[in-house]
C-alpha cells in the first residue's frame, strides 16, 4: 500500500504564493506518475498537475503558468509551487500517484490540504 502525506496547506491572500509537499512511501516511488488534484465545495475533482517519473509534466489550463509541479525521485517527494493565487484556487488539494509503469491509472490518493485563498 502506498501511503501519501500532504502538507503546507494554508490560508493566503490573492496573489501570494504557497507550496505543497507529498511524501510518498518508498515503494515502486520511480515508477509511478505523482498528480495533484483539487475539489471545492460543489465542484469535480479536477487534476491540477501531474508528473511522470522521467519528469514530463502536464498542468490544467486554469493553473498554466502559476503553478509548478516538481519531484524528487531520492527523497520520494513530490511539491506544488502555487503563485499568483487567486480565490477560485480555494480547495481541498489531494497528492495522488497511478499505479507503477502507468500514466494514468491513479490508485492511491492522500488524505488531503486545504488551500484557502482570501480576496
Known amino acids: 500500500q502506498v501511503q501519501l502525506v500532504e502538507s503546507g496547506g494554508g490560508l493566503v491572500q490573492a496573489g501570494g504564493s504557497l507550496r505543497l509537499s507529498c511524501a510518498a512511501s518508498?515503494?515502486?516511488?520511480?515508477?509511478?506518475?505523482m498528480g495533484w488534484y483539487r475539489q471545492a465545495p460543489g465542484k469535480q475533482r479536477e487534476l491540477v498537475a501531474d508528473?511522470?517519473?522521467?519528469?514530463?509534466?502536464t498542468y490544467a489550463d486554469s493553473v498554466k503558468g502559476r503553478f509548478t509541479i516538481s519531484r524528487d525521485n531520492v527523497k520520494n517527494t513530490v511539491a506544488l509551487q502555487m503563485n499568483s493565487l487567486k480565490p477560485e484556487d480555494t480547495a481541498v488539494y489531494y497528492c495522488?500517484?497511478?499505479?507503477?509503469?502507468?500514466?494514468?491509472?491513479?490508485?492511491?490518493w492522500g488524505q488531503g490540504t486545504q488551500v484557502t485563498v482570501s480576496s
Open positions: 495522488a500517484a497511478t499505479k507503477i509503469l502507468t500514466r494514468d491509472e491513479w490508485a492511491y
Open positions: 518508498r515503494s515502486n516511488f520511480n515508477s509511478r506518475t
Open positions: 508528473i511522470t517519473s522521467g519528469g514530463t509534466t
